[in-house]
């Protein structure tokens, strides 16, 4: 990875910013987004100690069709040619019967991870078709395998994710560039607080007993995925920690 270039959309919690670190650790240009730029302007002296060869961070809210577009297509100099794209940023809202559930919740989850996914895939794509390299990364989820209760509209963008992932295997055919979904069972990060909107105690419920993810774990599959030849495209990787055998299916200690 030493000297290219990736991007990490969502990179200033979680699985995006423990990604951010990987492939900092592997020498790359380091490329990073999210809403919370202090957040991602406080890592980038920590990204370079990892090994990035260099950093930018940017603001970005995937759900902008235009800031998408805009920001991704005037990047400065030197940072436009994309090598490797982690379409990370996501999030869930709520866990509700899906006859009471707040339509809100549902605007933002399809927003941010079907509709902002795209729009980032569809302004950073076609540099690397027009350049004959890169690789594009999306963070799927057995959510997307198996639906659970309460959480219909989250598991659908996670099938969404999958499908895109797929057609765009498909549509790039004849091309050098690579396609792949992380597909992830429970990993501890902020994704549960942001689910129930800073409700810390309930966020700590979802992994007592049980042993989750870390994302760092998700992120050595990343790297993983993206560090083989350039002739292999590994399509999907499903990762759950020992206690998770599906998205419903748990070993809980108590
Ligand atoms: P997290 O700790 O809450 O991090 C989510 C990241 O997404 C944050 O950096 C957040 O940054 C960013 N984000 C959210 N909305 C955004 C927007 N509109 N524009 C730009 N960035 C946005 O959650 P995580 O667990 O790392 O989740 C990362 C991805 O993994 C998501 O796609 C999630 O669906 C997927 N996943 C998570 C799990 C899990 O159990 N945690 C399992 C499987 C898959 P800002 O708030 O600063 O914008």
């Known amino acids: 990875m ?3 270039t990736v991007l990490v959309t969502g990179a200033s919690a979680g699985i995006g910013a423990a990604t951010a670190m990987a492939f900092a650790g592997e020498g790359a240009r380091v490329l990073v987004c999210a809403r919370r730029l202090e957040r991602l302007q406080a890592m980038e ?11 930018f961070s940017f603001e970005l809210d995937v ?9 991704l297509n005037t990047l400065p100099d030197g940072w436009g040619d994309i090598d490797v794209l982690v379409n990370n940023a996501g999030l869930s809202r709520g866990l509700t019967k899906l006859w009471e559930d707040d339509v809100e919740n549902w605007e933002e989850m399809i927003d941010t991870n079907i509709k902002g996914l795209l729009y980032v895939t569809r302004a950073v794509v076609p540099k690397m078709v027009k350049r004959g390299s890169g690789h594009v990364i999306g963070l799927g989820s057995v959510a ?4 659970y209760a309460n ?3 989250y598991c659908a963008t996670k099938a969404a994710e999958k499908a895109i992932s797929e057609g765009l295997k ?7 560039v690579r396609v792949t979904s992380v597909d992830a069972g429970m990993v501890e990060s902020e994704f549960s607080v942001v689910r129930f909107r800073g409700d810390d105690e309930r966020a700590a419920k979802v992994y ?3 042993t989750p993810l870390q994302p760092e774990d998700v992120a050595d599959a990343i790297v993983w995925a993206a560090t083989r030849p350039a002739h292999v495209n590994v399509h999907s990787v499903v990762v759950t920690s020992i206690d998770q055998g599906n998205s419903v299916t748990f070993n809980r200690r108590a």
């Open 2 to 4: 030493k000297g290219k």
């Open 45 to 55: 002296a920590v990204l370079l100690e990892a090994g990035a060869a260099e950093v």
């Open 63 to 71: 759900r902008d069709r235009d800031e998408a577009e805009g920001t």
């Open 144 to 147: 997307g395998y198996i639906t």
């Open 151 to 153: 959480g219909a509209v």
């Open 170 to 176: 498909l549509d790039l055919m004849g091309t050098p």
């Open 208 to 210: 007592q007993n049980i």
